[in-house]
């Protein structure tokens, strides 16, 4: 017979915590930015889906190669500010806007 597993669950930031290190850690601030280029991508894919392009056309708009959507939506690219703004100005038509804390 097999031991059942203690089950227990966790908050999501005590999750965090165990995983990749208290903020501030060199650990912690690697897996953060990471997290946020994710975020960057995943936004501008579903920006792009919403206005029903296509990568190709998204490219096309803003003078760039699918290829280069491609990885920045998959997080595979970092990406200019410049470039971001570029791609949203001027292929999605909207804005972007930042919020620092």
Known sequence: MKKKENNKLVSF?????????KPGTKSRSNWEAGFEAFKVGSLLEQARMKCGMTQEDLAAKCG??????????????DI???TLIKIIKTGLGGELKLVLK
């Open 13 to 21: 930031d005590d999750y965090i915590d165990n995983k990749y290190g």
């Open 64 to 77: 760039t190669n699918k290829s280069y959507i491609s990885r920045i939506e998959n997080d595979a690219s």
């Open 80 to 82: 200019k500010l410049s």
